[in-house]
C-alpha cells in the first residue's frame, strides 16, 4: 500500500512540477540561496553552520539550506530551481505515503475512503504556491518531522533509544521553520499524559519530558528574537474563533483519553497531531494577517491538511465514547472527500496561474541578461516579477557571480562541452 501511494502521489507530482517550474530563482530563493548559499560558496567564503542557523524571516530553514546547498554542490554550482522542485515531490510524496499508513489505523469504520481521500489530497495541487518554487519544502519538512515527534512520544518505551529518537525529531523540527518547537511542546504534553496512566515509568517519563522540554527550549530561543510583532485584529479573533470550534472532537478525544485508565496510543499519537495542526493554524493566523482559513490554497495547506484529517480521525475515535456524535463522525469524512474532488479544479486554475507567471518571468529575466534591457521590469505585471522588488532585482542580475551561478541557460556560463 505504502509503495503504491507513493508511486501514486510521486507520479502526479513530478509531473506538476515538471509543468510549473522553470530552472530560475523565484522570490525567497534571491536572498535565501542565491546571496545566503551561492554566491559565498562561489568566493570560497561560505561558514556553514552560521548558513544553516540563520534566520530567514522568523524561520530557522536548516535542511531546507542543505538541501538547496548539497544541489547546488552536485551541479557545479549552477541554480536549477527545476531540479529542486522534482527532488521535493519525491521527499513529499514519500512523507505523505508514510503519514497516510500511520494514521490508517484511526480510520478503521471507512479506510478506504480514507486511504483515497488523503491520497487525493497529497496529489492535487492546493499548495501551488509550493510545487514551482524549491525554497518552499520547509512546510512539508516541518510537518514530516512534527508529526515524527509526537508519534515517538506516544510509542518509545526504552529510555536510551528513545531519547535519541525524540531529540533528534524534535530538533529537526526547530531548525525546519520558527514554529518548530509546538511539535516539542506536544510530544511533552503526550509523554505527560503516558505517564499519568500508567503506560511509562517515571524515569522514562522524566528523561523523555527533560529531552523534550530542552528541544521546545532550544526552538523557541533559535526564533524568538527574530519573530515579528503578533497584532490580532476582530477578522483574525473570527478565524481563531472558528478553528477551535472546528476542534471540538479533539477535545473530546483528550477528555475521553485522560480519563481513561488504559492508554491507546494511536488515539493518543492521533490527539496529538491534531493539537499540533490547531496551534501551528493560530500561529498562522497570529502571525499572517493576510491569511483567510476560508481561502487557504497556499503554501499552509501541508499543515491545514494533516491537521484537518488529524481532527477528522478525532472525531471517528471519539464517536465511541460520546453518542451525540455518531452522525457527524459519519458523514464527515465522505464530505471531507467530496470537498476535495469539488475543489480540483480550483486549485489546478491557481496552478496553472503561477505557471504562466513563471514562464513569463524567465523570458524576462532571459531577455534582461541577454539585452540588458531595463523596461523588462518597469512595464512588468506584478504578478511576472521574480522579486517584488525591481531595483533589487537588477542589482542581481547585473551581478557578474549571479549570472554565472544562473548557468548556461539565463546567464553567462558557457554551455558545458
Given at each position: 500500500?505504502?509503495?503504491?501511494?507513493?508511486?501514486?502521489?510521486a507520479?502526479?507530482?513530478?509531473s506538476?512540477?515538471m509543468?510549473?517550474?522553470?530552472?530560475?530563482?523565484?522570490?525567497?530563493?534571491?536572498?535565501?540561496?542565491?546571496?545566503?548559499?551561492?554566491?559565498?560558496v562561489?568566493a570560497h567564503?561560505?561558514?556553514?553552520?552560521?548558513?544553516l542557523?540563520?534566520?530567514?524571516?522568523?524561520?530557522?530553514?536548516?535542511?531546507?539550506?542543505?538541501?538547496?546547498?548539497?544541489?547546488?554542490?552536485?551541479?557545479?554550482?549552477?541554480?536549477?530551481?527545476?531540479?529542486?522542485?522534482?527532488?521535493?515531490?519525491?521527499?513529499?510524496?514519500?512523507?505523505?505515503?508514510?503519514?497516510?499508513?500511520?494514521?490508517?489505523?484511526a480510520?478503521?469504520?471507512?479506510?478506504?475512503?480514507?486511504?483515497?481521500?488523503?491520497?487525493?489530497?497529497?496529489?492535487?495541487?492546493?499548495?501551488w504556491?509550493n510545487?514551482g518554487?524549491?525554497?518552499?519544502?520547509?512546510?512539508?519538512?516541518?510537518?514530516g518531522?512534527?508529526?515524527?515527534?509526537?508519534?515517538?512520544?506516544?510509542?518509545?518505551r526504552?529510555?536510551?533509544?528513545?531519547?535519541?529518537?525524540?531529540?533528534?525529531?524534535?530538533?529537526?523540527?526547530?531548525?525546519?521553520?520558527?514554529?518548530?518547537?509546538?511539535?516539542?511542546?506536544?510530544?511533552?504534553?503526550v509523554?505527560?499524559?503516558?505517564?499519568q496512566?500508567?503506560?511509562?515509568?517515571?524515569?522514562?517519563?522524566?528523561v523523555?519530558?527533560?529531552?523534550l522540554?530542552?528541544?521546545?527550549?532550544?526552538?523557541?530561543a533559535?526564533t524568538?528574537?527574530?519573530?515579528?510583532?503578533?497584532?490580532?485584529?476582530?477578522?483574525?479573533?473570527?478565524?481563531?474563533?472558528?478553528?477551535?470550534l472546528?476542534?471540538?472532537?479533539?477535545?473530546?478525544?483528550?477528555?475521553?483519553?485522560?480519563?481513561?485508565?488504559?492508554?491507546?496510543?494511536c488515539e493518543?499519537?492521533?490527539?496529538?497531531?491534531?493539537?499540533?495542526?490547531?496551534?501551528?493554524?493560530?500561529?498562522?493566523?497570529?502571525?499572517?494577517?493576510?491569511?483567510r482559513l476560508?481561502?487557504?490554497?497556499?503554501?499552509?495547506m501541508?499543515?491545514?491538511?494533516?491537521a484537518?484529517?488529524?481532527?477528522?480521525?478525532?472525531?471517528?475515535r471519539a464517536?465511541?465514547?460520546?453518542?451525540?456524535?455518531?452522525?457527524l463522525?459519519?458523514?464527515?469524512?465522505?464530505?471531507?472527500?467530496?470537498?476535495?474532488?469539488?475543489?480540483?479544479?480550483?486549485?489546478?486554475?491557481?496552478?496553472?496561474?503561477?505557471?504562466?507567471?513563471?514562464?513569463?518571468?524567465?523570458?524576462?529575466?532571459?531577455?534582461?541578461?541577454?539585452q540588458g534591457?531595463?523596461?523588462?521590469?518597469?512595464?512588468?505585471?506584478?504578478?511576472?516579477?521574480?522579486?517584488?522588488?525591481?531595483?533589487?532585482?537588477?542589482?542581481?542580475?547585473d551581478?557578474?557571480?549571479?549570472?554565472y551561478?544562473?548557468?548556461?541557460?539565463?546567464?553567462?556560463?558557457?554551455?558545458?562541452?
Amino acid at each position: 500500500i505504502g509503495l503504491a501511494l507513493f508511486v501514486a502521489i510521486a507520479t502526479v507530482r513530478v509531473s506538476l512540477a515538471m509543468y510549473v517550474a522553470t530552472p530560475l530563482p523565484f522570490y525567497d530563493e534571491w536572498p535565501g540561496v542565491i546571496d545566503r548559499i551561492a554566491r559565498p560558496v562561489l568566493a570560497h567564503a561560505l561558514h556553514p553552520v552560521a548558513m544553516l542557523l540563520a534566520t530567514h524571516n522568523e524561520h530557522v530553514l536548516a535542511p531546507t539550506r542543505l538541501l538547496e546547498w548539497g544541489l547546488l554542490c552536485a551541479n557545479d554550482l549552477q541554480f536549477d530551481n527545476t531540479l529542486v522542485c522534482v527532488l521535493n515531490q519525491l521527499l513529499r510524496a514519500a512523507l505523505a505515503a508514510t503519514v497516510i499508513l500511520l494514521t490508517l489505523p484511526a480510520f478503521v469504520p471507512r479506510p478506504r475512503l480514507f486511504v483515497m481521500a488523503a491520497a487525493a489530497f497529497a496529489a492535487i495541487p492546493y499548495d501551488w504556491e509550493n510545487i514551482g518554487m524549491g525554497f518552499a519544502n520547509s512546510y512539508f519538512l516541518l510537518a514530516g518531522f512534527s508529526v515524527s515527534t509526537i508519534v515517538a512520544a506516544a510509542r518509545v518505551r526504552f529510555i536510551v533509544p528513545g531519547a535519541i529518537a525524540l531529540v533528534a525529531f524534535a530538533l529537526l523540527a526547530d531548525v525546519s521553520m520558527g514554529s518548530g518547537f509546538i511539535a516539542a511542546a506536544i510530544g511533552l504534553f503526550v509523554v505527560a499524559v503516558r505517564w499519568q496512566c500508567g503506560d511509562l515509568r517515571t524515569i522514562a517519563a522524566f528523561v523523555f519530558a527533560a529531552a523534550l522540554g530542552a528541544c521546545a527550549a532550544i526552538g523557541m530561543a533559535l526564533t524568538w528574537r527574530a519573530t515579528g510583532g503578533i497584532s490580532i485584529g476582530a477578522l483574525q479573533a473570527l478565524q481563531i474563533m472558528l478553528a477551535v470550534l472546528a476542534w471540538i472532537p479533539t477535545a473530546v478525544l483528550g477528555h475521553h483519553c485522560l480519563r481513561s485508565h488504559a492508554v491507546d496510543r494511536c488515539e493518543l499519537a492521533l490527539l496529538g497531531v491534531s493539537l499540533w495542526g490547531l496551534a501551528e493554524i493560530l500561529a498562522i493566523i497570529a502571525m499572517r494577517p493576510e491569511f483567510r482559513l476560508w481561502f487557504p490554497i497556499s503554501r499552509y495547506m501541508e499543515i491545514l491538511g494533516i491537521a484537518a484529517f488529524a481532527n477528522i480521525g478525532c472525531l471517528m475515535r471519539a464517536e465511541h465514547s460520546t453518542p451525540a456524535l455518531r452522525r457527524l463522525a459519519r458523514w464527515t469524512l465522505p464530505a471531507f472527500a467530496c470537498a476535495i474532488a469539488l475543489g480540483t479544479p480550483f486549485a489546478g486554475y491557481w496552478l496553472d496561474w503561477r505557471a504562466n507567471n513563471l514562464a513569463a518571468q524567465a523570458q524576462r529575466i532571459g531577455r534582461y541578461v541577454r539585452q540588458g534591457d531595463a523596461a523588462t521590469w518597469t512595464s512588468a505585471p506584478f504578478a511576472e516579477l521574480p522579486f517584488p522588488s525591481p531595483e533589487y532585482l537588477r542589482a542581481e542580475l547585473d551581478a557578474d557571480d549571479v549570472r554565472y551561478i544562473l548557468g548556461d541557460v539565463y546567464g553567462t556560463r558557457p554551455q558545458p562541452a
